[in-house]
C-alpha cells in the first residue's frame, strides 16, 4: 500500500470551531487531493494540489481552505466548522507519470460536526 | 472529463463471474479508463485501467470494444471478500482532476 496517513482518524467537534485535517505522504507523489464522501453522493473533491504551494479547488471547495508547504504534506482546513460538514474524509495522492493517473488513498478520517 | 454510467447495484452468488459495464457514450480519443473498488471504511483502490481491447491482472478483467464507448469489468469467481463498491472512472492520460459518482454496489451472497 502506498504511504499514505490522515490525522486525527476521528473528530468530533461543535459548529463554529476550525478544525485542521492533516494527509501525510511518503512517496515522494507531485499531486495530492482531498475528497469527501457522504451518502448518495459517492466520493466529491474538495481541493488538490499539483505541487508545493500549488492548489485548486474542486467541486465542493466552499467553506474549506487547504495549504501545501512541502511535498509531503497536505492540510485541509474547516474554519468555521458547520454540521453539513460531518463527512469521511479522504486524501489521495498520485504520480502522474504515464497513462491515466491513478490515485492512492489514504485510511480516511470520520468527522462529526455537532 | 467523459461522462460515466453504471448500474447502481448488483447481485451475485458466490464462485460466479461478475461482469460491470460502464457506459461512456462522449469518451475522447486520449482517454483511458480506470476502475477502483472501496471497501466499507476504505478508500478506494486502484483494481485495472486500459485503453482499447483487453486487459488482465491478477484481480481482474477489463473488456473495451473497438469503439471504446463502454467497458466491462469482470471479476472471476467473485468470493464474500469482493462485496464492495466499484467505480468507473474515463480522463486523459496524465494528471486528472476526477470525479467518482456514486459507483456499483456488488454485493456477494453465499
Known amino acids: 500500500d502506498a504511504g499514505i496517513t490522515q490525522s486525527p482518524r476521528h473528530k468530533v467537534t461543535e459548529t463554529g470551531t476550525p478544525v485542521t485535517l492533516r494527509c501525510h505522504q511518503t512517496e515522494n507523489h507531485r499531486y495530492m487531493y482531498w475528497y469527501r464522501q457522504d451518502p448518495g453522493h459517492g466520493l466529491r473533491l474538495i481541493h488538490y494540489?499539483?505541487?508545493?504551494?500549488?492548489?485548486d479547488k474542486g467541486e465542493v471547495s466552499d467553506g474549506y481552505s487547504v495549504s501545501r508547504s512541502k511535498t509531503e504534506d497536505f492540510l485541509l482546513t474547516l474554519e468555521s466548522a458547520t454540521s453539513s460538514q460531518t463527512s469521511v474524509y479522504f486524501c489521495?495522492?498520485?504520480?502522474?507519470?504515464?497513462?491515466?493517473?491513478?490515485?492512492?488513498f489514504g485510511p480516511g478520517t470520520r468527522l462529526t460536526v455537532l | 472529463l467523459a461522462k460515466t454510467t453504471q448500474p447502481i447495484s448488483m447481485d451475485s452468488y458466490e464462485g460466479q463471474e461478475v461482469n460491470i459495464t460502464c457506459s461512456h457514450n462522449n469518451i475522447a480519443t486520449n482517454d483511458y479508463i480506470t476502475w477502483y473498488q472501496q471497501f466499507p471504511s476504505q478508500g478506494p483502490r486502484f483494481i485495472i485501467q486500459g485503453y482499447k481491447t483487453k486487459v488482465t491482472n491478477e484481480v481482474a478483467s477489463l473488456f473495451i470494444p473497438a469503439d471504446r464507448k463502454s467497458s466491462t469489468l469482470s471479476l472471476p469467481r467473485v468470493s464474500l471478500s469482493d462485496t464492495a463498491v466499484y467505480y468507473c472512472?474515463?480522463?486523459?492520460?496524465?494528471?486528472?482532476?476526477?470525479?467518482f459518482g456514486i459507483g456499483t454496489k456488488l454485493q456477494v451472497i453465499p
Open positions: 489521495a495522492i498520485s504520480g502522474g507519470a504515464g497513462g491515466a493517473d491513478t490515485q492512492y
Open positions: 494540489s499539483y505541487g508545493v504551494k500549488d492548489t
Open positions: 472512472l474515463v480522463g486523459p492520460g496524465g494528471y486528472q482532476k476526477v470525479t
